[in-house]
């Protein structure tokens, strides 16, 4: 059974985006097919400029396609990748979250498994905080949320988070190291298995009940 997943993140200097591709690789490793998609940059050129990093990042990423609603309506399943921002989702991720305000009142956001990841500059710099944070849009939607847990030695090996993979850059804003990039890209496997799993149980059925009434509503 082929799931669709939906990889959309934000990223500054190009952590995250990282994280993204190897979550993206994962989850079509499972069989499933992949949008990896950013948010807008709400940042202005001047504030940009003032980083070389983030300047040569947000010239790269122009070729990555945008996010835009419709992705979220398409997939069966989301993995959303953000920096932290004081144990807070960046401003750019939590916009397009912003819009995703039809869909839900229309249930299409409910049941879909979900999952998220992030950077942060120092070890305690509030990546439990910012993935948790993002736990509470996902109860609104009434999605599935599917942490990595302690299910692979993985996990450990990229430092022993359960909520989500994260990345500590430190001074030198290094980027994942090759156990950090396989702890996502097992984050990116399990969310495909989970949705496989869970759509071969009757989940087809809801969410084609689901459209089938959102339809009925717009005609």
Do not use: C
């Amino acid at each position: 059974m082929t799931v669709k997943v939906a990889v959309i993140y934000y990223s500054a200097t190009g952590s995250v985006y990282a994280l993204a591709q190897a979550v993206a690789e994962g989850a079509a490793s499972a069989g499933a097919e992949v949008r990896l998609r950013r948010v807008a940059e709400l940042a202005p050129d001047s504030a940009i400029d003032q980083d070389p990093r983030w300047r040569r990042h947000a010239d790269v990423a122009a070729s990555i396609a945008q996010a835009s609603v419709e992705d979220l309506a398409w997939a069966d399943a989301f993995a959303f990748g953000t920096p932290t921002r004081f144990g807070a989702p960046a401003a750019q991720l939590k916009q397009f979250i912003d819009q995703a305000g039809g869909l839900w009142r229309e249930g299409v956001l409910a049941d879909k498994p979900v999952t998220a990841f992030t950077s942060a500059f120092n070890r305690h710099g509030g990546s439990e905080a910012t993935i948790l944070s993002l736990s509470n849009v996902f109860y609104h939607w009434g999605a599935l949320i599917v942490p990595p847990g302690f299910t692979d030695p993985v996990v450990y090996g990229a430092g022993g988070n359960p909520y989500g993979t994260s990345l500590v850059t430190g001074p030198n804003g290094a980027g994942p190291d090759a156990a950090v990039l396989e702890a996502a890209r097992y984050q990116g496997r399990r969310l495909a298995r989970i949705t496989i799993r869970l759509l071969g149980d009757g989940h087809a059925a809801v969410r084609e009940s689901v459209a089938a009434t959102t339809s009925s509503s717009e005609s």
